[in-house]
């Protein structure tokens, strides 16, 4: 089992950057695949991108280019750097956490354990 902290959210004006943590524990996620997703009231959650346990990235048209995903290994901690921040990107941040490979890292439904959410907010 594996349990997940997210932090890191806040709140940043248009053009700004913010980097969102997402700490491990209970078990090593050093091969699993990692997914950040976010979610605005009412809508589904919305895959932003992943990294796999050979850190392959995969990331959402909408954000590629402005955000990166890095995994630390050692720190059992997953990263989400946001550039370039447009109100749109305002929703609340959730990382999670898949063991072993997918063909659809961008879905939600193949993930097994999830974090708590950060809330960002772009004005």
């Known amino acids: 089992h594996v349990q997940l902290v997210e932090s890191g959210g806040g709140s940043v004006q248009v053009g700004g950057s913010l980097t969102l943590s997402c700490v491990a524990s209970?078990?090593?996620?050093?091969?699993?695949?990692m997914g950040w997703f976010r979610q605005t009231q009412g809508n589904d959650r919305e895959g932003v991108g992943a990294i796999g346990g050979d850190h392959t990235q995969f990331y959402a048209d909408s954000v590629k280019g402005r955000f990166t995903i890095s995994h630390d290994k050692a720190k059992n901690t997953v990263y989400l750097q946001m550039n370039s921040l447009k109100p749109e990107d305002t929703a609340m941040y959730y990382c999670?956490?898949?063991?072993?490979?997918?063909?659809?890292?961008?879905?939600?439904?193949?993930?097994?354990?999830w974090g708590q959410g950060t809330q960002v907010t772009v004005s």
């Open positions: 209970g078990n090593s996620i050093r091969t699993y695949c």
């Open positions: 999670a956490a898949m063991g072993g490979v997918t063909q659809t890292p961008l879905s939600d439904q193949v993930y097994h354990y």
